[in-house]
């Protein structure tokens, strides 16, 4: 096989479309927190003055206006009531590309007024390609060259975000960038108290910074892995990303969304089925209701008394 077929297989592997509805609820889910709780600056935006307003490539592409308190507005609640019809597995393509169009925006407005956040560009990815594979559910073992193809883009996204953060450390800070204190700057400007210790032996924040430079510009080694390996590097990374939060209380939370395309999520899904089915369908009682009292002497070899009296008549 040519180096082009063999991209393309890998590119367009089969994939299980359970994997894809399980990605898809956790993506719609995420979507309505970040809007609510995570990442709000969009909605006050729409009271900035537009003579601040700065369009990006996309603004200036699509002649995107400044922002308005009804546009926000309607881009907030859009993406929330959108999810929460995308979360019903109905109209995938038409509610997908729906919420898509308006997360991005309200991420677009957002950003047009100060820094861009870098972790947010595998989750466009996402949002767009997710739908066009179709109608996909929890319960359904078939493989798929379109679930293939979207997750295997998902996972390409997420794994740039490392690689191209190490191309831009070394960019911009250069190869001294990991003989640098930008840790130590960190740790000084929003450092926890989980951090600050180690402000009092810095050669580990020194140390640290030449693991980060090494992970990030090795990550794409993953695809090389098998799957036991792989999974292992996935958990690898989420450590990393706990680590930094209770560090220094940042946390790329779509990007950790995005790295689940990693995993076979249909197998953890089926697991939980599982378990939820032996705790509550099995003679446990469920949650709010307690189990009648059974009566005394009716356990397991314990004869009623006529019982007995019968027994030894025989």
Not at 35 to 55: C, I, K, M, Q, R
Request: proline share 6%; with cysteine.
């Amino acid at each position: 096989m040519s180096v082009m077929g063999r991209l393309s297989a890998w590119l367009f592997t089969p994939m299980p479309l359970a994997r894809v509805a399980v990605l898809r609820w956790l993506v719609y889910a995420f979507v309505i927190i970040d809007v609510l709780l995570l990442h709000t600056s969009g909605w006050y935006h729409g009271f900035a003055d537009p003579v601040w307003y700065e369009p990006l490539i996309m603004g200036e592409v699509f002649r995107l206006p400044a922002a308005s308190v009804l546009l926000v507005e309607t881009l907030k609640w859009g993406c929330v009531l959108g999810a929460l019809a995308a979360l019903t597995g109905k109209a995938p393509r038409v509610l997908g590309w729906t919420v898509a169009v308006c997360w991005i925006w309200y991420q677009y407005v957002a950003f047009s007024y100060g820094k861009v956040d870098h972790d947010r560009a595998d989750f466009v990815v996402a949002l767009a390609l997710l739908p066009t594979v179709g109608l996909a559910h929890l319960s359904d073992r078939r493989r798929s060259e379109a679930a293939g193809m979207a997750l295997r883009a998902i996972q390409m996204a997420a794994i740039a975000t490392y690689f191209l953060s190490a191309w831009a450390k070394l960019r911009f800070g250069g190869p001294e960038w990991v003989n640098s204190a930008t840790m130590v700057r960190a740790v000084v400007r929003r450092g926890t108290p989980w951090a600050q210790w180690l402000l009092e032996i810095p050669w580990t924040l020194h140390w640290f910074q030449w693991v980060l430079m090494a992970a990030e510009l090795t990550a794409p080694v993953i695809f090389l892995l098998s799957e036991k390996w792989r999974r292992r590097v996935v958990a690898a990374w989420f450590a990393f990303h706990a680590m930094t939060y209770a560090a220094i209380t940042i946390a790329f939370w779509p990007h950790l969304v995005m790295m689940l395309a990693f995993l076979p999520l249909e197998e953890y899904a089926d697991r939980l089925r599982s378990w939820w089915t032996r705790r509550f369908s099995s003679g446990a009682a469920p949650p709010g209701e307690s189990r009648p009292a059974s009566r005394p002497g009716a356990g397991v070899g314990c004869a009623r008394p006529s019982d007995r009296r019968r027994r030894r008549g025989r």
